[in-house]
């Protein structure tokens, strides 16, 4: 809310600077957000009162006035037709500048010499009119800077106003606050009128047919008005509010608004069908076209506002331009009216009118102030426009409104939440500063009425807030609570299992991503997920953005996918990240949806960077299964296996595995198939990974003991095997396991090996076998005995030979 | 035989002063010192030496024999050092060439923000909970005193699953479920993502905040303050000067905003922070009584306090970071700097 200072004084004494007063505001709740200065967009103009008129000699069309500047006359040369001998008019001397930029010299105009101009309205962007002079009230003093005589000067803040703070919507609510802070009275504006022989009830009236969507609704009639344009006054007031002035009577209706916050409304009397007022909720599909010109389809419920015949207004929204007033309107009715605030949000957000008289109302206007404002605009309109006002206010009021009530306060409760100790005097003059009632009082307890306008105020707390607002947060002590001990959490767990996965792949030189949850619907069909595929079932976004974000993602892979691409246009080839992170997937059976948490990680490019003393290889499946092996082991996650034929489509099928501790599947691995970075676009191989971290959390074992340090030592026997390329390398640890020989720590395998010398089809895969005892020294040919066995059985049920 | 002996002494002192390499002291050893070299021999010739003159014989003989492997061993000795001096000093490698390790990779600013509000927290006594992203309309909005048609829900620019499910638009719903499952005492923080309809240099459509709920009997607004004056100055520097003033939420009352002093112009005012001097850094507030009964607490007898705050904020202040955007865009070039 935009607030000028110069207005702000009309109601309350201001002594202390802007800044100052931004300062106080701020600690108040009122938060300034920015201060500016306005000045005229001119200097060096003056006001100057005309002493002479001649005709210029050599030019019909020019007069030759004599100006007197308030401290000597000078010859002006004018095309004016309005002006005569005595007006006030405001003059431009040499070397002033105009806005636009316009500097004025000294000039000779058809021989003869002119030292000055004199300005129109919209030379001087004080308004619109350039058909003559700016004529200037009679009584300004004459020599002055013309800014500084029209008080066109002023500082508006940028005031934001929480949505429970209807009150401070309106400048009487700030000058309120500034009062009560100050210790200032408030002057109210006057709103004494008076009014012709004519009864309004013979002249209109108004019926509610929907009072629980407008409760209460006023009108005033007016005649023999003479619309014309506003004063600077009520002009500058408006521009510093953001408004632009239309005419005197629209702009009493936003002044009137603005001022004491009841949005107010002007129809042309003589354009209302029957001249009279009904008041009912729209019907579904109702069209009407707004004061914006605008053809609106309304929604149901919407409150309408009609004549005998047809809508005029859309209720608390916006007026009709079918009941406009207009330059040649003469008779107009005022409206004040109480309407629904709920209502008027639901119609304003669904027709995007976000109104002035929108925005109040549905934040709760003073559900009293509905007389004093109707009041207020009929005595401005009527000075300004020379117009009567009818006699009498029609007051229809068939609904309910919640007004103030009386709130009992109980003294002990505002220690007990502010944790400062006020006093009970102290406390009562907070309150009465505020315009609160005390109507009684205890040791105790107080009974406090709040302010009409105080429409947030309704229960204890909302007091025992102003108390604390009002004595002032910097008052109040900080102090600690006393500590209790940590209760267990639920995120505690897998927290522990992020923070692993984090320190495992920073170790191994991955940088964490962090992707937006929502993608592109198309991402399933991009991961040739086949048709069951449960990661098909998506939650969509009813409201996107863009369509690219427009459903959450069922897979991290996708978005890891989408950075390597960008990446790989930024000039990256070598490639390693990892994101932990959410997947989203609509239950379809319970209509509910799931969330999974994940760990995703990616490969592509180089193994290491590019260095001198690197080997320039390129990374591949082993280098992420190396990182995922470290975390399970990190993690204790008991009896890892990785089972080939992962089962994922956007996987390469034969360089792919699922990921097991026991017989859960706790994630996969894999290439990615190359139809897949085909249609991403990606032209390098890239390796991918995905963890389920709900499942590796509640298998991890985060307690573990230690093994002791082997007292005896360990003989270690290497054997190559000859085997077909399809028997994997975890079929020989198991053949040896097999053996249940407890002897056999355990088996490494050190080589791997196809090629020359190897028949086709077959690789030779060589094992370290490390044998260990736990009470004594083992010879020789105990291990030979025991390893001879175990070869034997490895190359039987495997039908491998020794090479 | 004696004369022959002095001899031999003075040819040994000549050899042992030529002789430069190990090799060559090796081969003096095994010249006089060996089975067949000249001291031996003269040894073994004791015979043709007068019998009352064998024993002195035999005892130069051994003063000979051990001057010279003495000599010998010294002369290795410090052919050893000096051998050892020369390869020190000729042994060079180029130190400034880059080292063999893997490059360490980098957590993501949020993370690194995030897990040191959640240390300073947790050394407070606060533990982590945690709630769905996708959260019921009742949960987000209704529980916390934020009814349909709401003014208040102008502050959230809400993303819609269907009628009832909306993307998270602050972490507090997790205050909610906290409640409903527990009893007081709580004291908890809630990171996550939350997602707001915005987007643009100072907005993403998902961004992060940090709950904090605290409820016990007798909490009030001066221990907010003290918890979060202690966070911010654990969090900013102890100097940090913290403000708190009143502001609006539906779901607390009293409600704060606390702002510190401008980390960037230390209060003198700039562009980051509006000319203020003053940063805002949390929203705050005491439970309202609403929320409470909402989920069956009784307010007469708990009181408590909510926070929340945006990390994006806090990791963009830390780290002088403009534009919101680069936080979700997987750069590398960006990311590669925490
Ligand atoms: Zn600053």
Known sequence: MLVSLKWLRDYVDLEISPQDLAGKLTMLGLEVESIASIRPDFSGVRVARITGIKPHPNADKLLLCDIWTGDRTIPVVCGATNIKVGDVVPLALVGATLPGGLTIKKSKIRGEVSEGMLCSERELLLGQDHSGIMLLPEDLPVGEELGAALGADDTVFDISVTPNRSDCLSIIGIAREVAAATGKPVRYPDTALSENDEDINRITSVTIEAPDLCPRYLARVLKNVHIAPSPPWLRQRLEAFGLRSINNVVDVTNFVMIELGQPLHAFDFDQLAEGRIVVRRSQPGETFVSLDGKKRVLPSDAILICDGKKPVAIGGVMGGINSEVTDGTSVILLEAAYFQPSSIRHTARLLGMATDAAFRFERGIDPEGLIRAVDRAAKLIADLSGGDICKGVIDQHPGSIPVARDIVLRLKNVEGIIGASISAEKVIKILEALGMEIKEADDETLLVTPLSSRVDITQEIDLIEEIARMYGYDMIPATLPHIFAASDSSGGRRIETETMIRRVMNGSGYTEVINYSFIHPSSVDDLLLSSDDRRRNQVFISNPLTEEQSVMRTTMVYSLLKNVLKNFDWGRSDIKIFEIGRTYLWESQSKESSELNKAAFLITGRRYEERWNFDDEKSDFYDLKGCVENILDALHVPAPSYRAAAGESFLHPGKSCGIYSNEDRIGFLGEVHPDVLLRLGISAPVTVGELDLDIVTSVAIFKKGFYSIPKFPAVLRDVAFLARRDVEAKDFVAAAQQSRQELLEKVDIFDVYEGENIPDGMKSLGLRFQYRSTDRTLTDDEVNSIHSRIVESITRSLGVTIR | ?338
């Open chain 2, 1 to 338: 035989m004696i004369p022959e002996l002095e001899s031999l002494r003075e040819q040994v002192d000549e050899e042992l002063k030529t002789a430069r390499t190990e090799a060559e002291f090796q081969a003096l050893r095994i010249r006089y010192l060996g089975r067949k070299g000249l001291l031996t021999g003269l040894l073994r010739n004791i015979a043709n030496v007068q019998p009352d003159q064998r024993p002195l014989f035999g005892k130069r003989c051994n003063e000979l024999k051990e001057f010279v492997s003495a000599k010998i061993d010294q002369h290795l000795a410090e052919l050893a050092v000096s051998e050892k001096e020369k390869s020190l000093r000729t042994e060079r490698i180029d130190v400034t060439l880059p080292g063999r390790a893997v490059r360490y990779g980098s957590l993501h600013p949020i993370t690194k923000v995030r897990d040191e509000i959640c240390g300073i927290f947790a050394g407070l006594g606060f533990s982590i909970e945690e709630g769905p992203e996708i959260e019921l309309d009742y949960y987000n909005f209704e529980a916390l005193n934020i009814p349909a048609d709401h003014p208040a829900r102008d502050m959230h620019d809400t993303f819609y699953v269907d009628e009832k499910r909306v993307l998270r638009t602050h972490t507090s719903p997790v205050e909610i479920r906290t409640m409903q499952k527990n009893s007081p005492p709580i004291r908890i923080i809630s990171p996550g993502k939350v997602y707001r309809r915005d987007s643009d240099i100072s907005h993403t459509p998902m961004f992060h905040q940090i709950e904090g709920l605290l409820v016990d009997k007798g909490i009030t607004l001066a221990n907010l303050k003290g918890v979060l004056t202690h966070f911010l100055k654990k969090m900013f520097g102890e100097e940090t000067a913290v403000r708190f003033r009143p502001s609006y939420f539906p779901f607390t009352e009293p409600s704060a905003e606390v702002d510190i002093r401008c980390v960037i112009c230390g209060g003198k005012g700039c562009r980051v922070c509006k000319q203020s001097g003053w940063l805002e850094i949390l929203g705050a507030g005491m439970t309202h009584p609403q929320v409470f009964k909402n989920v069956g607490y009784d307010p007469e007898i708990y009181s408590g306090f909510a926070f929340g705050l945006g990390l994006e904020r806090i990791a963009m202040l830390k780290y002088g970071i403009s534009d919101i955007r680069l936080f979700f865009e997987g750069d590398l070039r960006f990311l590669e700097q925490f």
